[in-house]
């Protein structure tokens, strides 16, 4: 059990940014390992940058070492440099806390935040000394736990994982820690077997090794339990109430420069606006606000006891938080600590009295401000429900021109269902007026157009969609660019080669592992770089398992396939999540739900979870749909929207 | 940056062990973030984004170690300087400590400027790992103070060139052997030319790779005299000099 520091030190003299490897955050912990308490070592596959502020990891690692019967550490995947060093020296992953061997712990659990950092988690495991297979594992080898929103579709990685917690961790992770417990104390009694056996029966714990699947071709006919006590069907996990999980309350500082490197606090779980190519909007909800008093001593505290000078508010639309207006009253009428405080929403929303929340509180380092319309058209953004008019973007970048920022960034996605090269083309026209708009106000007015592809995701209104192929979007991408080429916009864009591995991965099923497995065999780690990706790898693979790319990929499901995930529940009705996919191709938008009636997507109804509010009163500048002017702000009286037709 | 009725402290500390591995610029973020902790009053530049006024000395490179660094910042208002060690120490990363503190007279030298002897403790071993013999580390060293040219080859804005660096070693000597290697002590200065730790255990020749290097001592020098950069240029002094 002692550190492995003595081996490590020696190899970081020649790798890029040793300091990945040192831990030392202020609110780190040296936790004792004890005989009867679980350790979790708690993995990000991706650089330490990339996964040291992940809140989810975060809040485990605290809640975890909390607990009497667990201790917690924490690990990030090598960079290729220092993989090498591992491998040629024979040094194992290990916790950056204490620097143990990632084999003196119990559990390796990962945190799958995207589809392209799989391969990493094989890797990790390799590192670790844990056969990647979870069939191999024998009783003395680590249980690998895994988590997060990729989870949701857990069938490509279920050959290596042992168990998935679907949904939030807060209250699973104590639950698991128990079953895990009490088979340590119990001198692993049954082996693997047993323990798995038992977690398949926490609430919200998927094993696959306890599901049969039947395939029927190349379609997946049933995913049936193994035994009789072991669910059907998986329901998500889902915290009632944030206020009753404060965490982090010691976030950690990083020595190093990461990304959102600033104190983070979540002012919101769950998103009810029902933008129907969100993953993270659907499987989140109900929306549960933290309460006004609690974000605002988070706040201070953090900042206080962090050093940091700049809080973002967490969410996926801060705006929409109900007690905006009060919070960021009372944090700029603040001077927490020395210094300026800056304040960010990561996600605007897309209207003028957004606009005026971030000029209030970016008073200084005002250089760039970024909308998401995700459309070109009106008529994509209803069949997306991202109902935002023109109006609204133009009075948006109206304001923020003429409160002092002098560039703005739009956000799109292309390959969108139904989606006509009108549609795309929009997309410039949408960046030419608004550069237009911003040349009223300072002659250095520019715009950055960024453009992704569309990857539909399982539990989504948008899961039966064929994604567009690599030409296709090729195709779109190019069209944009020539349109905007004479234009002060700059065009970016994601490589729509990466979207097509995604999307092998993203709606894949259990055969999908094998090629998983193929391609980090060929070296293939760290996919999410653009350094690193390679599509041929992908390609080779599921040539060599005798898979069709296409008919993952691109391939329109149809009603009655059974999808890959079919079994795992995010509390979305599929009669719902099917009835929106159908009113998407209408082009029929549908209102944020938590201000106007509800219409049963299944989730508070069968969970018996209600949206927790922090105003009784909608966020100044309502929400889409609702009826409310969006310019003027204020709470105006909720009313629904006539349904408007598709043109 | 000084002057403007502030009041200049200068701070002196030490960096070791694992977080040798952090950056000049990262240690400047700490320190940053251990003033707001502190809530120490800074003074800010003025402008379109206020940065606090705090410089540093010589930077220090990734997996050094040093007993002696230094940084000047500016406070908007008097502050306890005997209390700042501790203090700041608690809200530092562990293995950097605060070692000591002193109000600065307004206007004194920048640290950068001022500074022209370093002192360092070295420990090389052979390229291959092994611990070299003592005798023959020390040899080299004698011959290359006793050469007259030390050449180095230097890489600037992508061009080799080759510098002449014997005359910033003024002095280096074997002091003894350590856990992996033998252990050296040099003086070097820093102006004109510098030279590196690394730079000048090539210079010595002999396959020798450096293993460790720990800066212990910055010194001012003026009028012939080393001045402790936490006592050259004291504030008192230079208030009994104005009265």
Redesign the interface.
Known sequence: MSSLWPRIEPLLAGVEKPARYIGMERGSLAPEHRPDAVAWLLVYPDTYEIGLPNQGLQILYEILNERRDAVAERAYAPWVDFEAELRAHDVPLFSVDTHRSARDFDVLAFNLSAELVFTNVLNCLDLAGVPVRAECRAVADLLVIAGGHCAFNPEPMADFVDAFVIGDGEEAAGEVTEVIAAWKRGGHVGGREAVLHDLATVPGVYVPSMYEVEHDGPRVVAITPRYPDVPERVDKRTVADLADWPYPKRQLVPLIEVVHDRLNVEVFRGCTRGCRFCQAGMITRPVRERPLDQARTMIVEGLRRSGYDEVALTSLSSADFSGIDGLVASLVGEQAGCGNVGVSLPSLRVDAFTVGIASEIQKVRRTGLTFAPEGGSWRIRQVINKLITEDDLYAAVEGAYSQGWRRVKLYFLVGLPTEMDEDTLGIAELARNVIAVGKRHTKQASATVSVGGFVPKAHTPFQWFGQNGVEELRRKINMLRDSLRKSSAQVRWHDPEASFAEGIVSRGDRRIGRVIERVWREGGTFQEWSEHFRLDLWLDAMAAEGLDPAWYVTRHRTEDEVLPWDHIAAGLHRDFLWHDWQSALAAHGLPDCRWTPCYDCGVCTDYALEHVVASPVPPAGGSQGTGQDLSRGGSVPVALLPARSAS | MRGDAGFPVRLRFAKQG??R???HR?VA??F??????Q????A?TQG???R?KVSFGLALS??HESDAEYLDVECAEPVDVEALPAALTA?L???IAVLGAAALADRAPALQEAVSVLEWELEVTTSAGETPAPLAVARLAASALAASTLPVARTRKGRESCEDVRPAVRAVEVRGVGERGVCLWAELSTQPIGVRPGELIAALGGDLVELRARRVAQWIERAGVRLEPLDADPRAAVEARAS
């Not at chain 2, 809530?39 to 800074?42: D, H, S, V």
């Open positions: 694992k977080v591995f952090i950056s990262d973020r700490a940053e973030r251990a003033f707001r902790i809530a120490l009053p800074i800010f379109f984004s206020p606090p990734v997996g809200a990363p562990g293995g």
